[in-house]
C-alpha cells in the first residue's frame, strides 16, 4: 500500500535559471533607485522600474539629523554626518545587492545651505560612487509639485513640502505650476532656533509668513501636505477618527479640524493623543512644529481642505524621467493593469470586460460620469486578483487587499467603491459586508452602483470561465423594463440556470427584468 501521507514531489537539486524565474514581479524592468539626502532623514528607495505607477521594491530610511544645527551654526553637525556616512555605505550596498544601475542621489536644504556641505558632498560621492545632484529651494518645490501630479488625479491647489530644513510652497492646476518658493522654516530648523519652545517657533513662523508672497488661492483649491511630519500628523487623526482605513495616500483632513488638532497638539502635547505610538520618537519630536506650520500656514492661505500626499520629491524626480507619453498614462488604471497581470488569470479577458461593461452599461442606461467609468474600467482590471484564495473568503481578502492597496491616483471613496464591487463579484449582493466602518467612506448612490457592477462580473465570470473570446460576441439590448442577454447559436451553452439566475439578479440591481434570446443558426 502506498503511503500518500509521505509522497512528495520531487525536488530539483540544481534549477535552471527560468525555474527561479519571479512571478510576484513585473517582467523587464530594471531597478531605479533614489537616494534622498534630507536635512532630517537619508533615505533609500528603490522602485521596481521606471513606471507611471512605480512600485517600491525596497525603502529604508536613517534619522540621520544633518540639518539639526546648520541654522544656528551654518554648519553639518559632526555625530550627524558620520550618521549620514554610515546609511550611506548601507544604502549604497542595498542599491548593489538590488541590481540598481540607475542611482539617482538629491540632497536639500541642510546640505545646500550649510558652509560644510561641499566637503560633505565629496565624501559623500565617493561612498555613492555617483554625483550626488542638490536641489535649490525651487527645484524642490517643483519636483514636489510633480510627486503630487503623480500621485492625484487633475489636482488642483496648493503643494506645500515640508522637510526638517525648509517648506516649499508651490501652486499647481492640474500639471500647471505657480508661484515656486522655499521658506526656511522646516521642522528641525525651528526646533532648533526656537531653543525646543514650541511657542517661540510659532512666532518664528508667523514672522516669515507675514513677509512671505503666498501662492494665490482660489475656490475649492486644496492644501497637499508633503513630508515625514505631516504624515504623522495624519497617522494622529486617523486613530483620533478611528478611521477604517491606513492608507495615508490622497487622506483627506477638513481644514478646520486640521487646524484644531494643530492647536491641541501645540497647546496640549501629545503624550495622550491616540495612535502616538505609531510615531517614531524621532519624528514625535518634530511633530509640535509640523503641527505649528500646518497650523499657520492654513490661516494663512484658508485652502478648503488638506490632503496627505505620501508621493513628494523622490517620487517626482522619478516622474521627470518618464517619456512625455507614459506621463499622460492613468495611475490609477496603471496600477490596475499591473495587479491584473500579477495576480488575475487572464489580462486579455479583463481589457475585455471593460469594454463589455460599456456596452452593458449603455445598455441598462445607467448615468456615468468620466470619474465614474475611470473607476468602473479600474475594478474591471482588479476583478479576477483573488481567484487564488479560498472561495469562502476570496470577497473579505480581496475587500482588504483593494482597500488598501499601494495605488496612487485615487481617493478613499474610489478605494472603497473598488473594494465593496470586488467584493461584491466574489460575494454575490446577498452577502453581508464584513467591514462596516468602510461603507462609510460612500454613499448610498454609489453603494448600488458598487453592488449592480459586481453583479455585471458575476454574470461575466461564470459566462466565460475568465478566458478571452467569449464577451465580445454577447450582446445586450434594453426593451422597456427588461435586460435582453442575445446569445448566438454557437453559445448556446451558456444560457444555463446558473447563468440565468445571476441576470436576473443583476437586472433587479438596476430595477429591471432579465431574460436571455438565443439568435442565428447553428
Known sequence: MVNLSRKTLPLVSNPEPAALAVQGRLPDLQPVGILDIGSNSVRLVVYEGLTRSPTPLYNEKVLAGLGRSVASDGVLDEAALEKAYGALRRFRWLADQLNVKTLLPIATAAVRDASNGDAFLGEAEAICKTPIRVLSGEEEAHYSALGVISGFHNPKGVVADLGGGSLELVRLDGDWMEAKQTLPMGALRLKELSGDVPAKAREIVKEVLSKAHLPPVEKDDVFYAVGGTWRAFAKIHMAVQEYPLAVLQNYRIKTKHAISLAREIRTYGMRNLPGITAVSSAR???????????????????????????????????????????????????????????????????????????????????????????????????????????????????????????????????????????????????????????????????????????????????????????????????????????????????????????????????????????????
Open 284 to 522: 514625535r519630536d518634530l511633530l509640535p512644529y509640523g503641527a505649528i506650520v500646518l497650523e499657520e500656514v492654513l490661516k494663512a492661505l484658508d485652502t478648503r481642505d488638506v490632503f496627505i500626499s505620501a508621493l513628494g520629491v523622490r517620487e517626482g524626480v522619478l516622474f521627470s524621467m518618464l517619456d512625455g507619453e507614459t506621463a499622460e498614462i492613468d495611475p490609477l488604471i496603471s496600477a490596475a493593469q499591473e495587479l491584473c497581470v500579477l495576480r488575475a488569470r487572464s489580462p486579455e479577458f479583463s481589457a475585455e470586460l471593460c469594454e463589455w461593461t460599456d456596452r452593458l452599461v449603455r445598455a441598462i442606461g445607467m448615468e456615468e460620469d468620466e470619474s465614474d467609468t475611470r473607476l468602473r474600467h479600474a475594478a474591471c482590471w482588479l476583478a479576477d486578483v483573488g481567484w487564488r484564495a479560498h472561495p469562502e473568503y476570496r470577497g473579505e481578502q480581496t475587500l482588504s487587499k483593494i482597500a488598501n492597496a499601494a495605488f496612487v491616483g485615487v481617493d478613499h471613496a474610489g478605494r472603497a467603491f473598488l473594494a465593496l464591487t470586488i467584493f461584491f463579484r466574489h460575494a454575490g449582493n446577498d452577502e453581508e459586508l464584513p467591514g462596516p466602518r468602510l461603507r462609510g467612506l460612500v454613499d448610498l448612490e454609489t453603494m448600488g452602483r458598487a453592488r449592480a457592477i459586481g453583479a455585471m462580473f458575476r454574470v461575466a465570470y461564470r459566462m466565460s470561465a475568465a478566458m478571452p473570446g467569449v464577451l465580445p460576441r454577447i450582446a445586450f439590448e434594453r426593451r422597456g423594463s427588461t435586460l435582453v442577454m442575445l446569445l448566438p447559436q454557437d453559445l448556446a451553452a451558456i444560457a444555463a440556470e446558473r447563468i440565468n439566475s445571476r441576470l436576473k439578479k443583476l437586472a433587479l440591481s438596476v430595477g429591471l427584468t432579465a431574460e436571455i434570446e438565443i439568435f442565428g443558426g447553428a
